[in-house]
Nanobody, 123 residues
Framework: VQLQASGGGLVQAGGSLRLSCAAS????????VGWFRQAPGKGREFVAA????????SYADSVKGRFTISRDNAKNTVWLQMNSLKPEDTAVYYC?????????????????WGQGTQVTVSS
């Protein structure tokens, strides 16, 4: 599976962005997908994840109620809709796919990673 993340940019606090993760590979539709982020000087942290069918999702407490993860397997794409953005959401955002079908908040459970897209939220 190869992943390509896009959609990042510069936005003011309170604004919205929609990140996309486009995938290639036959197994993507059976894979759980997660979004992680890494701010300067910090480790890579879990943001959201979705199971293979889209029926089950999980969010970090810091983004719950503001971010929404979704997928369309026919388009081999996963999205992360980010609303009410805060300066502390500033980070490089990565999408990742697991060989497992069910999501995990643990970055070590993901085998395939995209290149990352920068999100900057100004105050």
């Amino acid at each position: 599976v190869q992943l390509q993340a896009s959609g990042g940019g510069l936005v003011q606090a309170g604004g919205s962005l929609r990140l996309s993760c486009a995938a290639s590979g036959r197994t993507f539709s059976s894979s759980a997908v997660g979004w992680f982020r890494q701010a300067p000087g910090k480790g890579r942290e879990f943001v959201a994840a979705i199971n293979w069918s889209g029926a089950s999702t999980s969010y970090a407490d810091s983004v719950k109620g503001r971010f929404t993860i979704s997928r369309d397997n026919a388009k081999n794409t996963v999205w992360l809709q980010m609303n009410s953005l805060k300066p502390e959401d500033t980070a490089v955002y990565y999408c990742a796919a697991a060989t497992a079908s069910y999501w995990s908040p643990n970055k070590y459970d993901y085998n395939y990673w995209g290149q990352g897209t920068q999100v900057t939220v100004s105050s």
